[in-house]
């Protein structure tokens, strides 16, 4: 019974903050595509890109995690590796995101200006037509 409260103890502070931080990164990593795929899919039915919204906050959430954990076991003296390997991929998943999120905005105003273009010319077309059935 005390050796389970003697590992609770010897423990560093800050080490499930820096595992936290690691995996949300990675998951945000290795997903972000795929998550983009689906934010994409959404906006061109007429939806929004609030997964991928989502998935920015969750990247940053990673990095604030292992920040976190990293300066906590910093100040307990706890090996750090864990947290600063999640920093890094956290902020490399931060900016691939972003990028991807730039990327969907993009192509949602290009397809909302490819909509309203097309149909102003299918309007004008269709009263061209009108008009030449009208003069027949």
């Known amino acids: 019974m ?6 609770n103890q010897n423990r560093p502070e800050g080490k499930g903050l820096a595992v936290g931080g690691f995996v ?6 290795v997903l972000s595509s795929i998550i983009a795929g689906l934010a994409t899919a959404s906006v061109m039915l007429g939806g929004s890109a609030w997964l ?8 940053v959430a990673s990095v604030i995690m292992s920040a976190m954990g990293m300066s906590k076991l910093g100040k307990t003296g706890g090996k750090k ?3 600063v390997a999640g920093l890094v991929i956290g902020i490399v998943a931060v900016v691939w995101s972003v990028v991807l999120l730039l990327g969907i905005s993009a192509a949602a105003s290009m397809k909302s200006s490819f909509d309203t273009n097309f149909e102003t010319e299918l309007n004008n077309s269709l ?5 030449e059935m009208d003069n027949q």
Do not use: N
Not at 2 to 7: G, H, K, T, V, Y
Not at 52 to 59: A, F, G, K
């Open 127 to 131: 009263d061209e037509l009108q008009q």
């Open 81 to 83: 590796g864990l947290a």
């Open 24 to 29: 949300l990164a990675l998951v945000g990593l």
């Open 52 to 59: 991928m919204y989502l998935w920015v906050v969750l990247c």
């Open 2 to 7: 005390s050796e389970s409260l003697d590992l």
